[in-house]
């Protein structure tokens, strides 16, 4: 039987780990298994972004095991946005050991999207290790739409699901409540900006203060309920810019939700086909400059007005690009293709 190492094991809810689960899930499925150990026999080795254990990954090339590593995005908010001291070191040295995998360790690479594909190769340059770019994707029998399901018409419900919303994401929970204010000051119903995501206290203070009833605060909010909470709003802020294939999308998508945002990182690749609706920045999001909310919230109110359209176009676009079985197989391809 052919075993596939994944290595570091992820836990928690966040995307590295829900990504994971999936891909174990959809392996198991074409009669993969799939351990953690990357000492211990395997056909393959997919290394979930990087490891300090670079003595693993060396054995098992010493071995003929090929090894593939799987990138999304650099880290990079930290450089122009003021963080602690330990949290910029932190980043920085995952950026460099990320990096020196992918230059001297990788057999192969799987980019997220082609926006993380560019991003390695302007910052570090090219590679001879080939790569390749395989979207994230979900269980699209579990992520989907539900008729008995819909969200209530007496108000406009945005939702935004971030792993945490503090230090340097501060800025993105910002963006959010200006985009749920902009939406409001326009439509003809109460909006309702649920946050779900670790936020800091002080944080949730702030904007409680400021934008008053009109946030809920959801939380960190478990896998499993994902699905319910995407089919309960009418639509999804993906609120990271630059983002690499962030899961909330795919996810949001696959239920039937409409994704609006900025059209920066990989979003223009996943949102099209009247899955939702994406605004040019309208300032350097690079330098995480004011955004144009003016014209995302006019693009907010065309997707409120036609939810049956933007909600059919969504599914449409989750089965065609994000079906966890086809991406389990694109990287057995990967794994173990010539």
């Given at each position: 039987?052919?075993?596939?190492?994944?290595?570091?094991?992820?836990?928690g809810?966040?995307g590295?780990?829900a990504f994971?689960?999936?891909l174990?899930t959809?392996?198991?499925e074409?009669?993969?298994?799939?351990h953690?150990?990357?000492?211990?026999a395997?056909?393959?080795?997919?290394?979930?972004?990087?490891?300090?254990?670079l003595?693993?990954i060396?054995q098992a090339?010493r071995?003929?095991?090929r090894v593939?590593?799987?990138l999304?995005?650099?880290?990079?908010v930290?450089?122009?946005?003021?963080?602690?001291?330990g949290h910029?070191l932190r980043?920085?040295?995952n950026?460099w050991?990320l990096a020196?995998?992918?230059?001297?360790l990788a057999?192969?690479?799987?980019y997220?999207?082609?926006?993380?594909r560019?991003?390695?190769?302007?910052?570090y340059?090219?590679?001879s290790?080939p790569?390749?770019v395989?979207?994230?994707a979900?269980?699209?029998?579990?992520?989907?739409?539900?008729p008995?399901?819909?969200?209530?018409l007496?108000?406009?419900r945005?939702?935004v699901v971030?792993?945490?919303?503090?230090?340097t994401?501060?800025?993105y929970?910002e963006?959010?409540?200006r985009l749920a204010?902009a939406?409001?000051?326009r439509?003809?119903?109460?909006?309702?900006?649920?946050?779900?995501g670790?936020?800091?206290?002080?944080?949730?203070?702030?904007?409680?203060t400021?934008?008053g009833?009109?946030?809920t605060?959801?939380g960190?909010?478990?896998?499993?309920?994902i699905?319910?909470l995407?089919?309960?709003a009418h639509?999804?802020?993906s609120?990271?810019?630059?983002?690499?294939?962030?899961?909330s999308?795919?996810?949001?998508?696959?239920?039937?939700?409409p994704?609006?945002?900025y059209?920066?990182?990989?979003?223009?690749e996943?949102?099209?086909?009247?899955?939702?609706?994406l605004a040019?920045y309208?300032?350097?999001?690079w330098?995480l400059e004011p955004?144009?909310?003016?014209?995302?919230a006019?693009?907010c109110?065309?997707?409120?007005?036609d939810?049956?359209?933007?909600r059919?176009?969504a599914?449409?676009?989750?089965?065609?690009l994000?079906?966890?079985?086809k991406?389990?197989?694109?990287?057995?391809?990967?794994?173990?293709?010539d």
């Open positions: 039987m052919t075993q596939i190492c994944i290595y570091p094991p992820i836990q809810s966040g590295p780990a994971q689960a999936r174990k959809a392996l198991a074409e009669g993969v298994t799939v953690h150990d990357p000492r211990a395997c056909d393959a080795l997919l290394l979930s972004g990087g490891t300090r254990r003595d693993f060396w090339r071995r003929g095991v593939v590593q799987r999304a995005q650099l880290n990079w930290h450089r122009v946005r003021p963080s602690s001291l910029t980043a920085e040295r950026n050991l020196f995998i992918r230059r001297y057999d192969r690479v799987v997220q999207s082609q926006f993380v560019q991003m390695w190769a302007d910052f340059g090219e590679v290790a790569g390749y395989i979207y994230n979900t269980q699209l029998d579990v992520y989907r739409p539900l008995g399901e819909l969200p209530a007496d108000r406009a945005l939702l971030e792993g945490d919303l503090g230090d994401n501060a800025v929970l963006n959010a409540v204010q939406v409001q000051a439509a003809q119903r109460p909006v309702e900006l649920i946050v779900a670790k936020v800091p206290d002080a944080l949730r203070q702030r904007w409680t400021e934008a009833e009109m946030i605060w959801a960190v909010v478990a896998r499993e309920d699905p319910a995407d089919r309960s639509l999804l802020f609120a990271e810019l630059n983002a690499g294939c962030p899961n999308v795919i996810e949001a998508l696959a239920c039937g939700l994704v609006v945002g059209a920066t990182g990989a979003l223009p996943l949102v099209q086909d009247g899955a939702g609706e040019a309208g300032g350097n999001a330098r955004p144009d909310t003016a014209r995302l006019d693009l109110l065309r997707v409120l007005d939810q049956a359209g933007y059919a176009a599914r449409r676009r989750a089965e065609a994000f079906d966890a079985r991406m389990a197989r694109a990287y057995l391809d990967v794994l173990l293709g």
